[in-house]
C-alpha cells in the first residue's frame, strides 16, 4: 500500500480495490464538478513538478496513451465489455488526455464510462437471458478467465462466446457444490442484477477517481489519488483506530449487515448486536430523524454510524434469527475510540523440541500484519497512541521476562506503514546506528536511524519474509541482515524500494473542510545501508524457501513503470555477525527436517498444484473432468486429516470444507463465512513452524560450537548475543 499524512513519510506497498457498492438514489455520474476540475488541475501540477515528484513525467504522446490504457483497464481489464470498435471510437479521446487532466475539461472520461455502463447493461442482460437454457457440460470448451494479455473482442458474437462461457462456468461452479437448476438460476440472476446495479450506481466522484488514478499510477505504480473519503479511511488503517460503534459491515443484497463485533468497543460492551444482524435505519442524536439506509452502498451507511467520540447514534436493525422480514428493533449507542486490536501485533510462545540430546527450545513468535502509527495521536504527544515499534516493545519485554531461547518477527504479507516505525522497529534490537538511506529527486541523500542506545532483545533473531513483505517490511529486513544481527527466511520480498508522502490537497486553495482530497506520492527511493537498493530485487532470504508466487506474477517487478534497481554508497554500521559460515549447516538440518514434515511437504505440494492452475489460465467446462478434480482435491484433504491423526498433529479445522461452494462473498451466511474466517487462522502453519526450528538450530549449534560462534558473532558482548 502507500500514502501518508503531511510531516510523515510512508514506505508502503499495494492501494486495496475501490468498492463498487452504490446507493440506489445516486446522482447520474455524467460530467465532472467544479471541485474535480480544480482538484485534476492541483494533481498535475503536483505530480509534474519535481520539487514534489521524484520522477515526474511529461505529458506527451506516450503519457496520453498509458493513462488512456490504464484507464479502460480500470472500467474493463478483463475486457469483457468493451469491443475493439469501441476502443476505436474512443481514439480521439487519448489526444485529449493531457488536456483533460491539465485543464481540468474532464468530459470526455465521463463520456467513455457512460459508454461503459451502457456496455454493462448489455452484458447483463444477455448473461440473465443465458439462465432461461440449460447447458450441457460434456464437451471439451474451455474458459479462459485470464484476459489480461487478450485482444478486445472485435465483435458482439465474440463478447456473446465470452459471456455464455462465463456464465457456464458460474452455473457449474454452484452444480458441483450441489445446487439444484432452480436455486442456480436464482443465485445467478441475482448476481448480475446486482452487478449492473453496482455499476449504475456510481457517483460522480467514483469515474473521477478512476480516472485521475489512470495518470497518478502512470507517474508510478505507488502514486494515488484519495477523495476525503478515501483519506479517511487510511489515515484508520494507519492509526488502527476508528469513532464508531466498533462493527464490521458487510453489504448483503440491498442491506448492511454486521459481521463482526470488535472486542472492547460500544457495540460489544452494550452486548446487544450481534453477527448477522441487519442495520435499516440510522439516526444521530437523542431525536434526529432515522433516514432509511436499505440500498445505501455500505460506505454512506459507515458514514452515517460514525461520529465524534461521546456523541449518540440511534441504529434501526433486524436481529439476524428474525430474518429480513422481521421486526425492527432501535437501539441507541455512544460513539467512543475503538482500537482494532485484530490487526496490531500478537505474540505467542512455539516449543520446538529437542532432538540428539539438544534441550527444547522455546521461541517467542510476533506477527506484525503492518507498520502501523497513529500520526494525530503522536502529534499531540498522547500517552496511548497505536504504535506497530510500541506494541512490539511490549511483546519482547514479556518474551524476555520469561527467559525464550529466540525471536521470530513473522512479516510475511506485511505490506509496509510508517518509514518511522520500520526506522524505530530496527532499533528495538540494534544499538544506535543508521537504518536507512533516502536519496530525494535532487540525488541528496539522508540517513536515517536509531539514535537510542537501548535495547529491548539481544537474544537470536529470524525473520520470516515472504512475497507479499514490501516496503517498511524490506526495510527492517534489510538492516537486520545488513547488520547480522539476525537471519531472514522464506521467500524474496516484494521488491518496493520507493517511499510516499501524502499531499493535502486543500492546503493550497485555502478551503474549509475537506474537498479536494490528498495525494499520495512517490517522493524518494530508499536504501539499505550497505547501499543496495530493494527496488525489483526485493530482500533475498539466508534460508530459502520454496516460491510461492512467481517475480513475474506479483511483485514490483510486475510494473512496467517502476524505478530500476540501483545503488549507492554504503554507510558504516555495526556488524554483529556474519551467518554465511553457519547457513550451509542450517541449510542440511531444514533439508533434513522436512523430508519427513507432512505439513511442509504438502504445502509445498499445495504450491506447486496453485502454480500449475494458474499457468493454464482456464478452466474446461467438462462436468465429468471437474467433478473428477473436485473429488480429488477432497480426497486428499481427508487423506491428510488421517495421516495428521495418526501421526498426532494439529487437526485442520477446515478440512472438512468444501473445496468450492461457488457463491461469491456477499452470498455466503455471513456469521458462518466470519467464523471460518476465524478458523482459518488456527490451521497449521509449517513455515512458521519451521523458521522456529531453523533458529533452534542456529542457537544449538553456535551454543556447543565455539570456534564456529567465534566465526558468526565476533561482537560478542554486543546486541545478539546468540550463545553466552
Same mark, same amino acid.
Given at each position: 500500500m502507500k500514502y501518508k499524512a503531511p510531516a510523515f513519510l510512508l514506505a508502503l506497498a499495494l492501494t486495496a480495490p475501490l468498492a463498487l457498492l452504490a446507493r440506489a438514489d445516486a446522482p447520474l455520474p455524467s460530467a465532472a464538478t467544479a471541485d474535480q476540475s480544480t482538484t485534476s488541475k492541483l494533481v498535475y501540477g503536483l505530480l509534474s513538478d519535481s520539487r514534489y515528484a521524484y520522477r515526474p513525467r511529461p505529458m506527451d504522446e506516450a503519457m496520453q496513451k498509458d493513462v488512456f490504457k490504464r484507464y479502460l483497464e480500470t472500467l474493463d481489464g478483463g475486457k469483457q465489455f468493451f469491443t475493439q470498435a469501441d476502443i476505436d471510437r474512443f481514439a480521439p479521446f487519448q489526444a485529449q488526455v493531457g488536456t483533460?487532466?491539465?485543464?481540468?475539461?474532464?468530459?470526455?472520461?465521463?463520456?467513455?464510462?457512460? #459508454?461503459?455502463?451502457?456496455?454493462?447493461?448489455?452484458?447483463i442482460a444477455f448473461a440473465r437471458k443465458l439462465l432461461n437454457q440449460d447447458f450441457a457440460f460434456d464437451g471439451d470448451e474451455k474458459f479462459e478467465y485470464d484476459r489480461k494479455d487478450a485482444a478486445w473482442p472485435a465483435n458482439s458474437a465474440e463478447l456473446d462466446d465470452l459471456w455464455r462461457k462465463s456464465v457456464m462456468n458460474d452455473w457449474l461452479r454452484l452444480k458441483l457444490a450441489g445446487k439444484q437448476s432452480a436455486d442456480i438460476r436464482k443465485t445467478l440472476d441475482k448476481r448480475y442484477a446486482n452487478l449492473a446495479k453496482s455499476v449504475g450506481e456510481l457517483k460522480s466522484e467514483d469515474v473521477f477517481q478512476f480516472f485521475l488514478n489512470a495518470y497518478t499510477n502512470a507517474v508510478d505504480p505507488h502514486t494515488d489519488y484519495f477523495t476525503p473519503r478515501t483519506a479517511e479511511n487510511f489515515n484508520q488503517q494507519m492509526s488502527l483506530s476508528l469513532e464508531g460503534i466498533g462493527a464490521q459491515l458487510q453489504k448483503q443484497d440491498d442491506m448492511v449487515v454486521i459481521r463482526e463485533v470488535i472486542p472492547g468497543g460500544p457495540a460489544a460492551v452494550n452486548g446487544v448486536l450481534k453477527p448477522g444482524d441487519r442495520i435499516v435505519g440510522v439516526g444521530q442524536d437523542k431525536s434526529g430523524p432515522v433516514e432509511d439506509v436499505i440500498g445505501w452502498r455500505i460506505d454512506d451507511v459507515v458514514a452515517k454510524i460514525r461520529g465524534k467520540a461521546d456523541t449518540l447514534v440511534r441504529l434501526e436493525y433486524?436481529?439476524?434469527?428474525?430474518?429480513?422480514? +422481521?421486526?425492527? $428493533? @432501535? *437501539?441507541? *449507542?455512544?460513539?467512543?475510540?475503538?482500537?482494532?486490536?485484530?490487526?496490531?501485533?500478537?505474540?505467542? !510462545?512455539?516449543?520446538?523440541? +529437542?532432538?540428539n540430546g539438544e534441550?527444547?527450545?522455546?521461541?517467542?513468535?510476533?506477527?506484525?500484519? +503492518?507498520?502501523?502509527?497513529?500520526?494525530?495521536?503522536?502529534?499531540?504527544?498522547?500517552?496511548d497512541y497505536a504504535s506497530a515499534t510500541?506494541?512490539? &516493545?511490549?511483546?519482547?519485554?514479556?518474551?524476555?521476562?520469561?527467559?525464550?531461547? +529466540?525471536?521470530? *518477527?513473522?512479516?510475511?504479507?506485511?505490506?509496509?506503514?510508517? =518509514?518511522?516505525?520500520?526506522?524505530?522497529? @530496527?532499533?528495538l534490537f540494534i544499538?544506535?546506528?543508521?537504518?536507512?538511506?533516502?536519496?530525494?529527486?535532487?540525488?541528496?541523500? !539522508?540517513?536515517?536511524?536509531?539514535?537510542?542506545?537501548?535495547?529491548?532483545?539481544?537474544? /537470536?533473531?529470524? %525473520?520470516?519474509?515472504?512475497?507479499?513483505?514490501?516496503?517498511?517490511?524490506? #526495510?527492517?529486513?534489510?538492516?537486520?541482515?545488513?547488520?547480522?544481527?539476525?537471519?531472514v527466511i522464506g521467500e524474496t520480498s516484494f521488491g518496493k524500494g520507493t517511499v510516499q508522502n501524502i499531499v493535502d490537497l486543500d492546503r493550497w486553495p485555502g478551503s474549509e473542510g475537506a474537498r479536494f482530497g490528498q495525494v499520495k506520492l512517490t517522493i524518494a527511493?530508499?536504501?539499505?545501508?550497505?547501499?543496495?537498493?530493494?527496488?525489483?530485487?526485493?530482500?533475498? /532470504?539466508?534460508?530459502?524457501?520454496? &516460491?510461492?508466487?512467481?517475480? !513475474?506474477?506479483f511483485g514490483e517487478s510486475t510494473y512496467d513503470n517502476a524505478l530500476p534497481w540501483t545503488r #549507492?554508497?554504503?554507510? /558504516?554500521?555495526?556488524?554483529?555477525?556474519?551467518?554465511?559460515? =553457519?547457513? /550451509?549447516?542450517?541449510? &542440511?538440518?531444514?533439508?533434513?527436517?522436512?523430508?519427513?514434515?507432512?505439513?511442509?511437504?504438502?504445502?509445498?505440494?499445495?504450491? $506447486?498444484?496453485?502454480?500449475?492452475? &494458474?499457468?493454464?489460465?482456464?478452466? %474446461?467446462?467438462?462436468?465429468?473432468?471437474?467433478?473428477?478434480?473436485?473429488?480429488?482435491?477432497?480426497?486428499? $484433504?481427508?487423506?491428510?486429516?488421517?495421516? $495428521?491423526?495418526?501421526?498426532?498433529l494439529p487437526l485442520d479445522p477446515l478440512a472438512d470444507d468444501s473445496s468450492d461452494d461457488g457463491l461469491a462473498l456477499s452470498e455466503r451466511d455471513i456469521v458462518k463465512d466470519a467464523a471460518r474466517e476465524k478458523l482459518a487462522d488456527k490451521r497449521p502453519d509449517p513455515l512458521l513452524r519451521e523458521s522456529a526450528s531453523? =533458529?533452534?538450530?542456529a542457537v544449538n549449534l553456535l551454543e556447543h560450537d565455539r570456534p564456529l560462534s567465534a566465526q558468526v558473532l565476533p561482537q560478542s558482548t554486543a546486541p545478539g548475543r546468540w550463545a553466552d
Open positions: 483533460a487532466i491539465r485543464n481540468g475539461e474532464l468530459d470526455p472520461a465521463f463520456e467513455v464510462f457512460a #459508454i461503459y455502463k451502457q456496455r454493462v447493461n448489455d452484458r433486524i436481529p439476524a434469527e428474525a430474518g429480513v422480514d +422481521g421486526p425492527h $428493533r @432501535t *437501539l441507541t *449507542l455512544t460513539r467512543q475510540k475503538v482500537r482494532l486490536a485484530e490487526q496490531a501485533a500478537k505474540g505467542e !510462545t512455539m516449543e520446538i523440541p +529437542g532432538q534441550p527444547a527450545r522455546r521461541i517467542g513468535i510476533i506477527k506484525l500484519p +503492518g507498520f502501523y502509527q497513529d500520526f494525530e495521536g503522536r502529534r499531540r504527544n498522547a500517552t510500541r506494541d512490539v &516493545a511490549k511483546l519482547l519485554a514479556g518474551f524476555k521476562a520469561d527467559k525464550l531461547d +529466540g525471536v521470530v *518477527l513473522d512479516l510475511r504479507n506485511n505490506g509496509g506503514g510508517s =518509514l518511522d516505525e520500520a526506522i524505530e522497529l @530496527t532499533g544499538e544506535q546506528g543508521p537504518v536507512v538511506q533516502v536519496r530525494e529527486s535532487g540525488g541528496r541523500v !539522508t540517513v536515517n536511524g536509531d539514535r537510542s542506545q537501548e535495547v529491548a532483545w539481544d537474544g /537470536p533473531l529470524a %525473520v520470516l519474509i515472504n512475497r507479499g513483505s514490501a516496503s517498511a517490511s524490506e #526495510i527492517f529486513a534489510g538492516a537486520i541482515q545488513d547488520y547480522g544481527r539476525g537471519l527511493q530508499f536504501f539499505r545501508v550497505s547501499g543496495s537498493s530493494t527496488q525489483h530485487k526485493g530482500v533475498v /532470504p539466508d534460508i530459502a524457501f520454496p &516460491a510461492s508466487v512467481d517475480a !513475474t506474477e #549507492i554508497a554504503s554507510v /558504516p554500521h555495526t556488524q554483529y555477525g556474519n551467518f554465511a559460515p =553457519l547457513l /550451509p549447516r542450517l541449510d &542440511a538440518l531444514h533439508e533434513s527436517r522436512i523430508a519427513s514434515d507432512k505439513e511442509f511437504q504438502w504445502w509445498e505440494q499445495d504450491v $506447486r498444484q496453485f502454480r500449475e492452475e &494458474a499457468a493454464k489460465k482456464y478452466v %474446461v467446462l467438462n462436468e465429468a473432468e471437474r467433478r473428477a478434480e473436485r473429488q480429488k482435491q477432497d480426497d486428499q $484433504r481427508k487423506q491428510r486429516q488421517e495421516v $495428521r491423526k495418526q501421526l498426532g531453523i =533458529l533452534a538450530d
